[in-house]
Structure formats: C-alpha cells, structure tokens
C-alpha cells in the first residue's frame, strides 16, 4: 500500500538532513511518496505565519510527517512552532530512544546504554500560558492534568512490555511541586499498580542527572513531564555520542511526527556538514510505525553499518560531509 509522507524540510540544517534521509527512504523502494510542507522561520519569512493551516492539514490528512527541526526564537517573537504542532495535534507522547552505537574511530562515554525518554508531549511548563504579573515579575504556568498524566504512564508501560524491557522509572520534583508533580507521581503509580510485573520506581529529576551521568546502563524507560524530558533527552544523547545520534517520535492516536532531538544548529547549516543520523533513525521508528518492520530492521542495520565503516561525520570525528555519509548508507542497503 503507498503511504504519503509529508515532508516538512525545517529551517537551518532541516533541508540538508532532511535530503539525506528521504534518500536512504527512498532506496528502499517502499513507495512512499511525500508531500512538502513549509513551516518555521522560512515559512514565516514567505508567509507571515511560522505554521501554516495548510501545513497541520497536510499532517493530518496523511497522519505522519518527517520533520527537520524549526528555528524558535528566544525571549521574543513567534511561540514555539513545534510545541504548536505537538499541541494542535495531540502528539501526547514524545519518545527518545537513546543506544549506544558501534562507531569506528569514536568512543562514546558509555558503551552500553539502551533506554528511552518517553516525555509527556503536550502540557507542564510548555502550556505557552506565561505573562508578566507586573513591570519585573513574570509567571509561567505550569499545567499538569490527571488524565494526561495517566495517558503518559499507560504509554510509557505500554512501550515497555511491548518491547520486552525491565524497568519504569516516573521522573519527577513532587518533594517540592507538590501539588502539581504530585499530582503526574500519583497518576503515574495507579497506571504502574496494574502492571505488577513490570519493575517501577521514582526518582527526583536533579537525582535522576546524576545517576545518568554516572550509571546509564541502570536505567531503561523513564517518563516524565514536558520540561523534564527535553532537557533529559539531551543529557541522554551526550552519554552515547551527542546529539547527531538521537531520534524522536511524537505520537498522537491517530497521527505521528517523527523527528531527530536536535535544533536547527545554525553554526553548521549550509556547510553540508551535519550529520543526519539522528533524522535516519527518526525515519526507521517512523517505518516501524507505519508497519514497514523488515524495511526498518535493513535501514538500521545499514546505518549501523555505515557508523562502522569509515565514512563519518564532524561531530564523530571524521570528515565527510551530509550525503557522503548517506551514500554510504545507501551503500550498505545494496550491500545487506
Ligand atoms: N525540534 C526542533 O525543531 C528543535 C529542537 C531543539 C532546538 N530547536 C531550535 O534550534 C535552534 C538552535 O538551537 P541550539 O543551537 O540550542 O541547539 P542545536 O541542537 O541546534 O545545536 C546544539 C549543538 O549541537 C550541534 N548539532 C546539532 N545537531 C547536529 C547534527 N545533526 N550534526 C552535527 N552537529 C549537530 C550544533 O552544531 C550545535 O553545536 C533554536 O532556534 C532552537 O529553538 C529546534
């Protein structure tokens, strides 16, 4: 069966990565088909509007999207196009696998991390209600709800039988926001007492840094709130070689954008340098989604390849540049 994809490019090094991965798709011969949407800082540039009505139609009529990461700016301008688009599309959970890889001439932190952040997706700190009170006092507010929270915990023990892994751990600061993270700790645990089989525990999030810096390995499928999950998640991909390695899904009940964990990174965009691994791995859970198992077990395993071989780039420690690097993925699918 064929399945459009839209494509949304992004801003920065978005088209570059973004090129290279619909390249490897593509070699796979999957018939997929893709359909270009524009969104972010060039979207607004054209258009006014950072996320147009056509963009979020176009997502939801073909209920899956590979995206290049979108320019947010800081302190001032427009609201964060991709919390937009996680909250106009009730993409409530966002999951970051994080794994050691095999890469010649590159040695990670640690050799043998596998766990995933799964982070609620669409409320917390990233509600965008925040104003000032008055001239040099500002307020954010924090929204934690029960029924999200829930949704989240069931999500998380779902991912975890599912993938035959051992361990939740709900990460959390309900010692001091007692109410609020209480209140996700609490839902959290109901989901956890159903799942006796599952091993589940609680650890406080400034905790929970320090034992991933020390002990990654200990750990397997963590899940917490919105503001905790993102800075997590970029802790977790510098244990396992930075942030060139790390994918993401965001996932609704009926629609799905797939990711990489990285920004726009504007010190390297247009020099052809990027590397776009984490994007490809973004394409391999968005075929794992759509139900392209093998396909996505022959593009893993061809990245994992090319991260063996010789052809790597700037951020591992090699030379070459974005499509280099994805021929040379290319050429481990014709080879496997
Ligand atoms: N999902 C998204 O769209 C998303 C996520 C995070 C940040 N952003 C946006 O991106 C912009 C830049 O943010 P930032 O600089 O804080 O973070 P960043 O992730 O863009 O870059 C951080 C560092 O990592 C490097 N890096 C990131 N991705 C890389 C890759 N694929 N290959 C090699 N090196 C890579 C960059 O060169 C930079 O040195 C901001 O506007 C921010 O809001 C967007």
Redesign the pocket.
Known sequence: MSQTITLLP?D??GPE?TRATVRVLDALDLGLSWEEAPAGHGAFEATGDPLPVATLEAIRRNGVAL????????GQGFR?V?VRIRKELDLYANVRPIRTRAIQGFSPRFENVNLVVVRENTEGLYSGLEHMVVEGVAESLKIVTEAASRRIGEFAFALATREGRRSVTAVHKANIMKISDGLFLRSVRAVAERFPDMAYDEVIVDAMCMRLVLHPERFDVLVMGNLYGDIMSDLAAGLIG???LAPSGNLGESTAVF??????????AGQG??????LMLSGVLMLRYLGHDDAATRMEAAIDAALAGDVR???LGGTAGTQAYADAVIAALDAG
């Open positions: 992004g920065g090094i990565i995206k290049g990461p979108l320019t947010t700016p800081v964060s991709n930075g942030l060139g990711e990489a964990v990285h920004g726009t990174a504007p010190d390297i340098v990027a590397n776009p691994t984490a780039t700037g951020d």
